[in-house]
């Protein structure tokens, strides 16, 4: 049998049937006013039927005042709980997990739509090679504004396991508010949530708690983790394995690893010789965490060929293989893999050739084939950039066009 049609059983209990699982994409499909869309619901219909054993979604707002993307879903009341049913509901029949992927994206928020941006401290965001300061200098949190948070993540949590989610992963990567923590670089704080790592760790143990704490010990709790931020003066390798043993002790079921942030975005990859080599991103250091945790291990990035893959898991260096990028375009990745009908899944994408523009191209190109997806198209490969551009311009000013109507 092939390694990577073998179940995994979680600490928990709870069985993911294979080793393929869809990593969290952010599709920025909801309806104007942050409800699961039908397109939405749509795309994890055609999901779930792609053989993975396990899906992730999108990172789901947990605060109305703090969104990533115009078009993300938020979770902070019951008020869609019955579009939240009907996406749950997707992978119904299937033997594959749907977990919601939750997040709060602190000073990473999008400046154009959102009034107020809150962190750990008031260090503001550099995009496009550091120099570019953006323009909003986040507010430091308060102390009750951080416990309202953690609130938050365990309200959210409980709401979407009573919807029928089977798992949910806390967004702890990539520069979002729980990673902003953990860095000694955006968090500049004095007080209990600062300084030392165990101080800065703080934050995300009493997110998990209290979402622990809400949903019970039988449901499924993840995490994705950066195994650095890739910056300097940010959260080190090091740093980021005393944050495994920490919530390995704590019970946590699943640590996927990814790296980087918006200013030093390491999760899409670069173009040393060596990662080229080896495909995957990540790699040495899930082999130094294989060692410190038995807690399973979810790698992100990179990988593309399904003999990678296998070795990946024979070797025993990780349990789970996430896949982002290939999943928009190639939506039935998973029983293709096990088949072995394709043995390749590279993704290259169409580029405008404006360096402020393509940037943002490795996010919204993909939602552009997601969204094509959910509308029971097939994913189109020289799908024109400029028209994505356009496209995701127009959900911009329409979400300030709502947002002022509704004011
Ligand atoms: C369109 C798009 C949206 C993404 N949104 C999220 C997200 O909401 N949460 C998250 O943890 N990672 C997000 N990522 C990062 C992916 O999960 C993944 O870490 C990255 O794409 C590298 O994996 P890959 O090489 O398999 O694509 C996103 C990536 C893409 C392309």
Do not use: C
Request: hydrophobic letters at 40%; charged letters at 25%.
């Amino acid at each position: 049998m092939n390694v990577l049609e073998e179940e995994l059983t979680l600490p928990n209990g709870s069985i993911l049937s294979n080793r393929i699982a869809k990593s969290s994409m952010s599709e920025n499909l909801s309806n104007k006013y942050h409800e699961p869309s039908p397109v939405l619901i749509n795309v994890y219909k055609k999901w779930a039927q792609s053989g993975a054993g396990l899906l992730i979604t999108g990172n789901i707002m947990i605060d109305s005042k703090a969104i990533g993307e115009p078009r993300n879903v938020v979770v902070e009341d019951r008020k869609s709980f019955e579009m939240l049913k009907e996406w749950a509901e997707s992978v119904k029949g299937t033997n594959t997990q749907l977990w919601a992927q939750i997040n709060h994206p602190g000073r990473q928020a999008m400046e154009q739509i959102n009034s107020d941006l809150k962190a750990p401290s008031a260090v503001p965001l550099k995009l496009g090679g550091r120099k570019k300061i953006t323009k909003k200098t986040p507010t430091a949190l308060t102390e009750s504004e951080i416990l309202a948070i953690i609130e938050a993540f365990g309200n959210t949590a409980i709401i979407l396991k009573d919807a029928g989610f089977s798992g949910v992963q806390i967004h702890g990567a990539h520069g979002y508010l729980v990673s902003q923590f953990l860095s000694p670089y955006s968090n500049v704080r004095t007080d209990k949530w600062g300084g030392s790592l165990e101080n800065r760790a703080q934050f995300v143990v009493e997110v998990y708690r209290k979402i622990r704490a809400r949903v019970g010990s039988s449901f499924p709790i993840g995490i994705k983790l950066n195994s650095a931020d890739f910056q300097k003066g940010g959260f080190s390798e090091e740093e980021s394995m005393e944050v495994v043993k920490i919530l390995s002790k704590e019970g946590i079921d699943l640590i996927e690893i990814s790296g980087g942030t918006y200013e030093a975005p390491a999760m899409m990859g670069n173009q040393k010789e060596s990662t080229i080599k080896r495909e995957v991103y990540f790699m040495d250091y899930i082999k130094k965490a294989r060692k410190i945790t038995n807690t399973p291990l979810m790698l992100t990035g990179g990988f593309r060929t399904a003999s990678v893959m296998k070795d990946a898991i024979a070797s025993n260096q990780v349990d789970i293989i996430g896949i982002a990028r290939p999943f928009a375009v190639y939506p039935n990745i998973g029983n293709e893999i096990f088949n072995e009908s394709r043995i390749n899944f590279n993704t290259e994408i169409k580029k405008t050739g404006v360096k402020g523009i393509d940037g943002a191209m490795n996010i919204i190109w993909y939602e552009s084939q997601i969204k094509r997806l959910g509308e029971g198209k097939t994913s189109k490969p020289d799908l024109n950039p400029w028209a994505v551009f356009l496209k995701y311009f127009w959900l911009i000013l329409e979400h300030k066009l709502t947002k002022k109507a509704s004011a």
